[in-house]
């Protein structure tokens, strides 16, 4: 149990560093035009910039890494990182062969946050904006297919668990319906406050736990309950970090 705990807590540590199927940071990009033209966005040739400081004397491309990419319509953008740095970037290529770059602006505390990009004559300016988001998160195909992985992942972890511990197959039950509080919580509400996807997700690790041991009070002790959900989402967070860059292509 404490050698568990220990991987647990060491796990959560490191969190921000490992790709996985929680929620991630996203800037969301409206485009207003102060021009008399309004081309459309050549999203192949646009890029996010990383600076590492508000001059970008240190800098990179977003890139794309996993499902880490700047993503454009015709008349919008949103960029998906599994961390950002702290300041950031824009360069847009538009279909009528000109290119415009914007101002450094600071990387929000949050892991959804939304600006304004003004297209000017000879360049960008980008804006926050305290709007929210404007696709619900409920609403994304991510969303729906990480809730899909995390309980599939984790009810044949619960169920080797059971085996192995000589329980209840009806424990599975309160496994699903915990499983999918805790994620529709984190993706629909924690998402708007918190920054760190580690904070999430042992949120959705100690919800689980105090959600299977009310519903079996007397089937699952609080240690059990606990040691469950620990297995549960270690085992989820862990084949998360293969199974999302393997289906990066094929979310957006």
């Known amino acids: 149990m404490k050698k568990l705990l220990v991987f647990t807590l060491l796990?959560?540590?490191f969190a921000p560093l490992w790709a996985n199927v929680s929620p991630k940071p996203e800037m969301e990009f409206s485009f207003i035009y102060n021009t008399q033209?309004?081309?459309?966005?050549?999203?192949?040739?646009?890029?996010?910039?990383q600076c590492a400081d508000n001059q970008c004397l240190q800098s990179a491309p977003l890139g794309h890494y996993g499902i880490q990419k700047l993503y454009c319509g015709p008349g919008a953008c949103f960029s998906v990182a599994y961390e950002y740095d702290n300041f950031q970037k824009l360069i847009i290529s538009f279909a009528d062969g000109s290119k415009r770059e914007s101002n450094i602006f600071p990387a929000p505390d949050t892991l959804r946050s939304r600006f304004n990009v003004f297209v000017n004559e000879n360049g960008l300016t980008v804006e926050q904006t305290e709007?929210?988001?404007?696709?619900a998160s409920w609403a994304r195909t991510d969303a729906w297919i990480s809730?899909?992985?995390i309980l599939?992942?984790?009810?044949?972890?619960?169920?080797?668990?059971?085996?192995?511990?000589?329980?209840?197959f009806k424990i599975l039950y309160s496994v699903?319906?915990?499983?999918?509080l805790s994620t529709a919580a984190a993706w629909l509400i924690f998402v708007q406050f918190i920054k760190e996807t580690a904070l999430l997700w042992l949120f959705c690790?100690?919800?689980?736990a105090a959600i299977i041991r009310l519903m079996n009070p007397r089937k699952m002790p609080m240690t059990d309950a606990l040691t469950l959900?620990?297995?549960?989402?270690?085992?989820?967070?862990?084949?998360?970090?293969?199974?999302?860059?393997?289906?990066?292509?094929?979310?957006?």
Request: proline share 4%; aromatic share 8%; charged share 10%.
């Open 205 to 208: 690790l100690l919800a689980e």
């Open 176 to 180: 699903a319906l915990a499983n999918i």
């Open 229 to 252: 959900s620990a297995v549960m989402n270690v085992t989820s967070y862990s084949l998360g970090v293969i199974i999302s860059f393997w289906l990066a292509p094929l979310i957006f």
């Open 152 to 168: 599939t992942l984790e009810i044949l972890a619960a169920a080797a668990y059971l085996v192995y511990t000589q329980k209840s």
């Open 131 to 135: 709007a929210a988001p404007g696709t």
């Open 147 to 149: 809730l899909l992985i």
């Open 11 to 13: 796990l959560c540590a």
């Open 37 to 49: 033209n309004k081309p459309l966005i050549d999203a192949v040739h646009s890029e996010q910039i």
